[in-house]
């Protein structure tokens, strides 16, 4: 074979496997809820990547106070670490939701491995609270081919986002992450922040923003609902 065979071999392979999976899903596929078609002024926050020590307790502070109910997309490497951090998410009436064992992008993942990541945290999560989490969003929000019969398989539904704020780049300021939620937000809105990972103390940005995004949508009339809610206006 010629060396541009190979090359042309290469990239077939990677855009089956990459390319026109991660497109369809992100942009095309009915099995994966990027929006709710609530017609209340429901509005769905999720903290992807914790649970984190020092941010996790927090934020829930934060949403205690405010009465919000959440989404939390948890690692299961996190999981294993602050088991307490998640009983006290699901004891406080919040939605938890896998987001990958540890959070390596699709793209370097076999398909073995892609199948056995998203079961190895699953198992995390079941066994510290007891149920099997019903939702599934990828780490970086991208898919492989074999990304959806993975989370199919555990009987994961799959939830993408309407609205990101960055909250994770060292740039980013408390008033961008403010403006990029509210001058976004509209009923049914899936909106991703972070309460870990990120540029060096990116979450206390989030932090600080986030009583600020709640009085603000609580004033133009929303309410605050976890996936689980949101899915339940839709069907
Ligand atoms: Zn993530």
Known sequence: MSIFASIAAAFGIFAIYCLIPNYWMRNRSKRVVRCGEANEPWIALTFDDGPNPIYTPKLLDIL???????????????????????????????????????????????????????ELTRRAIESFLGYKPCWYRPPWGMFNLCSAAAARKLGLD??????????????????????????????????????????????????????????TLKKKGYTFVTLDQLKGEMT
């Open 64 to 118: 205690k106070e405010a009465n919000v109910k959440a989404t939390f997309f948890v690692v299961g490497k996190q999981v294993l670490k602050h088991p307490h951090i998640l009983s006290r998410i699901h004891c406080e009436g919040h939605s938890v939701g896998c987001h990958s064992f540890s959070h390596r992008h699709a793209w370097l993942m076999s398909p073995w491995h892609t199948f056995k990541d998203l």
């Open 158 to 215: 799959i939830a993408y986002w309407s609205i990101e704020a960055q909250d994770w780049e060292a740039k980013t300021t408390v008033q961008h992450i403010y403006d990029a939620v509210i001058s976004q937000a509209q009923p049914g809105s899936i909106v991703v922040l972070h309460d870990n990972r990120g540029a060096p103390g990116a979450p206390a940005k989030t932090l600080e923003a986030l009583p600020l995004i709640i009085d």
